[in-house]
């Protein structure tokens, strides 16, 4: 696999502590023309992540030391790349749902490489893919999302956010007096052919309303519309 010190918008890093998985998913991704940088424990992957700054990583939740809720816990300090979560369970996909930990998306294996190579790339098409016309910026009370910047803003103060964040924030604001459900949040931020648990789009809801100082049961940025799914707020 690739080693270099300076990395690219198509460097992927891939955590897995079962080689032979790595190498397949990390050849996979080279055929699919991706640098592939690779790592087979956590203390390792978060330097890896620190020093070279993938664009996306690929990390097993299975880790043996620090396993990769906390690897994500702790890439997410430093760096907004996409986060892939790997999980061998079923039973742990509910575990990893209800963890706050900034991962973008999850795979649970066994999976096909070109099914994962294929959702890397779309990953990395977001910004160019979303369908909806955007505003330049939008105000929501103290809120202001920069749609050409990719910034928020909460009260002037900085608010940092993943991309799957900022993207499903974008979603919503764009259309403030609409309801999208999930399957709609879904199609715009993770696309059409995702495959997947919906719920997901809750827990990227929650990660927003904790960085937004939004309290659920008195919402001013993002409600919930009991049956169909989520809307702006007034602020």
């Not at 190498?23 to 699919?32: K, R």
């Not at 910047?149 to 900085?158: H, N, T």
């Not at 919503?172 to 949040?185: G, I, M, Y």
């Not at 309303?209 to 919402?219: G, H, S, V, Y």
Request: aromatic share 6%.
């Amino acid at each position: 696999m690739s080693s270099a010190t300076a990395v690219e918008e198509s460097t992927v890093l891939v955590v897995d502590d079962e080689k032979p998985l790595a190498d397949l998913v990390g050849t996979y991704l080279e055929q699919d023309g991706f640098s592939v940088l690779v790592s087979d424990n956590g203390q390792d992957a978060v330097y890896q992540a620190r020093e070279q700054n993938p664009a996306v990583v690929i990390l097993d939740l299975g880790l043996p030391g620090i396993d990769g809720v906390e690897v994500c816990r702790q890439i997410r300090t430093f760096s907004d790349c996409y986060v892939v979560m790997l999980t061998a369970r079923v039973d742990e996909v509910d575990r990893l749902i209800g963890l706050a930990v900034g991962a973008d998306d999850y795979v649970v294996k066994p999976f096909s490489p070109r099914e994962l190579v294929a959702r890397v790339r779309a990953m990395l098409r977001r910004p160019r893919r979303l369908s909806i016309s955007y505003p330049s910026v939008i105000d929501v009370g103290e809120l202001r999302v920069d749609f050409t910047g990719r910034e928020v803003q909460l009260s002037e103060a900085p608010v940092q956010l993943t991309p799957t964040e900022f993207d499903v924030l974008a979603v919503l604001a764009s259309d403030p007096n609409r309801a999208f459900s999930r399957r709609e949040l879904i199609n715009e931020v993770w696309g059409q052919d995702w495959i997947g648990d919906e719920h997901l789009v809750d827990v990227h809801i929650g990660h927003l309303r904790r960085k937004l100082q939004d309290d659920p049961a008195d919402p001013r940025f993002i409600r919930t519309v009991r049956a169909v799914g989520y809307k702006m707020g007034t602020g």
